[in-house]
């Protein structure tokens, strides 16, 4: 099991000192900083799996913080801790990006639950950003793709096929699906023989015609070997 890095920004040392014990009985590291100042510095050492941030801090707001957190690493889950519980407050967290906003006062097991939450989500998000089986690496967020170590250039579409493909592995996607998902630009009518003739080109390129298999009158499946 990895152990995830948490980074907490509170300047309360009783309320950060609580937070960083119930976060490190759970099997994580934590790293605690009371200002803004402190955490940017952090930030430029280690890339956290989740920030825990209160929004009054002693150098500046919270909020205006979590907007440049999010331009720069917006895969970093970012939990607001506040004592501000009017909706607009709330609304406003989120606005600004916030993946989830606990108000004080709140219990410590509820806390480490929603912590758990967002990491398993965005270790759900990056499981479908990279893939390596059936002898293929294909690294969605770095545009690497590469079977052993030979690399291809894909298109556009081609990546997006692959990657519904590779999401749904040993499933099959139909064929009204994937056109749906793959031509997002509104167009109101797009030509069945588009996705044949991307889906002929991907499968060539890969060299996979025993992986992308046609589903004769429904769609494809990327069929992974036993």
Request: proline share 2%; aromatic share 8%; net charge negative.
């Amino acid at each position: 099991m990895v152990n995830e890095q948490i980074m907490i920004i509170e300047d309360d040392s009783e309320l950060g000192r609580g937070l960083a014990t119930a976060l490190k009985n759970d099997g994580k590291t934590v790293i605690r900083v009371s200002t803004l100042k402190g955490a940017e510095e952090q930030l430029l050492v280690f890339k956290p799996a989740l920030i825990l941030m209160d929004i009054n801090l002693p150098d500046g707001n919270g909020l205006d913080f979590l907007v440049k957190v999010k331009k720069t690493y917006p895969e970093i889950p970012v939990i607001m801790l506040t004592a501000n519980d009017t909706d607009e407050d709330i609304v406003r967290g989120l606005d600004r990006g916030a993946d989830d906003y606990i108000t004080k006062p709140f219990s410590l097991s509820v806390l480490r639950a929603r912590v758990n939450t967002q990491l398993r989500r965005n270790s759900s998000k990056a499981s479908e950003e990279y893939y390596e089986g059936d002898g293929y690496t294909f690294d969605f967020a770095n545009m690497i793709f590469k079977r052993g170590e030979e690399c291809f250039e894909l298109s556009k579409t081609e990546q997006k096929i692959l990657r519904i493909l590779i999401v749904n592995r040993g499933m099959t996607v139909k064929r009204n699906e994937l056109i749906d998902k793959v031509w997002t630009d509104g167009a109101d009518y797009v030509d069945e023989n588009a996705l044949s003739v991307s889906i002929k080109r991907l499968r060539d390129k890969l060299g996979a015609k025993d992986n992308i298999k046609t589903v004769y009158g429904l769609g494809y499946s990327w069929k992974t070997e036993k």
